[in-house]
């Protein structure tokens, strides 16, 4: 279970840095995770959008860019995060915690969840609310790290997690502890087939994953 007042304070301390920390710390690729996201999330012609731990609106941006006939809604509970978001040029927010959302059932075509739900207090919890604004048939999207699978790149991409990123990352934001959490979550959340039965179990049907970047990150797309 993640601590949810710490996890707020976190991002309030990072906000300013998140966006450059980001881009520094995956070379650039996390953009390219976006735009995947964003162009597959355009296949299905959405038209309101919910984009929940939407931070700094990054993946909001590429989603209306990839889906100009959409209406977008970011959500995030931290507003300094949102702030960011507010000054990069994204102004539809609302503060909410993703666990209880003040919008009504079945009115979302497509939700989606970029590096947040990993820490959410409960996955479960965040799933059945995302499950529940979604109209039948609507689509999920869960972007989030993932540790890859093939032995010679998973040593090494534990190694750059536990022992490098926190130290740039610190360097960059100011908050080295907050990082020392954040790439710590990313080995307790599920993925592959353990986070597709987390999906199925919480509203969820029809759970594929795509690994993105030798599994360092994946995408879950699933259907209400
Ligand atoms: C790593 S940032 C992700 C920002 C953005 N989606 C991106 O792609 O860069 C995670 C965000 O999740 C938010 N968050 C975490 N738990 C949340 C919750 N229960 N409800 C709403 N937002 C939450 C944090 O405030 C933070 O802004």
Known sequence: MQDARFVRNA???????YVLANHVLSL????????????LAAERHPQLIVDLATGSGDLAQSLQAANPQARILGGDFSVPMMREAQVRGFPQLIAADAMQLPIIDAAADLVTVAFGLRNMASW?????????????????MVLDFSIPRFPGIRQAYLFYLKQIMPRIAGAITGQREAYEYLCGSIERFPSGSAMLDLIQ???????????LTFGIASLYIAEK
């Open 201 to 211: 179990a919480n509203g969820f049907r029809s759970a594929t994953c795509r690994p």
């Open 124 to 140: 479960p919890s965040a799933l059945q609310e995302m499950s529940r604004i979604l109209k039948p048939g609507g689509q999920l």
């Open 28 to 39: 650039g690729i996390d953009v390219l995770w976006r735009k995947t996201t964003a162009r």
């Open 11 to 17: 991002f309030a301390g990072i906000a300013k840095r």
